[in-house]
């Protein structure tokens, strides 16, 4: 009975491991914005922390503030030339994540990065 026990605390450790490794966006992601600009984000997730820096359209590094990620769902903002634009988003898997822009200088939008290799 202990065994079967052991065993099952083994097994359920061994899965929220794999989940919670599956779900790490740390890294440098990249895509397109209605397949013209092209972006990139470089993320770090610290508990549920989110981190990390883009490009600004003059080319300046933009620090993310205010970042979280939990449970597949990210958020964010990006202070560009005296606006502060709000970004959510969502992985979809291991390699693509949908970001999402409400009210931005191109209306609502949304993208796909994806993790760059």
Do not use: C, R
């Not at 899965?15 to 779900?23: D, L, M, R």
């Not at 209605?34 to 972006?39: A, F, K, S």
């Not at 990620?69 to 959510?88: E, H, N, V, Y």
């Not at 693509?96 to 009210?103: R, T």
């Amino acid at each position: 009975m202990k065994i079967k026990k052991l065993i099952l605390a083994l097994m359920a450790m061994a899965i929220v491991t794999f989940v919670y490794a599956a779900t790490d966006i740390s890294g440098h992601w990249k895509g397109s914005v209605n397949d013209q600009i092209e972006v990139a984000y470089d993320f770090k997730v610290d508990g549920q922390k989110l981190s990390g820096s883009t490009k600004g359209p003059d080319g300046n590094t933009v620090q993310l503030t205010d970042g979280w990620f939990k449970d597949d769902s990210l958020a964010f903002t990006l202070p560009i030339m005296d606006q502060q634009f709000k970004m959510t988003g969502k992985v979809k898997n291991a390699d693509q994540i949908v970001l999402y822009m409400k009210g931005g200088p191109m209306g609502d939008m949304s993208y796909v990065i994806k993790k760059a290799k």
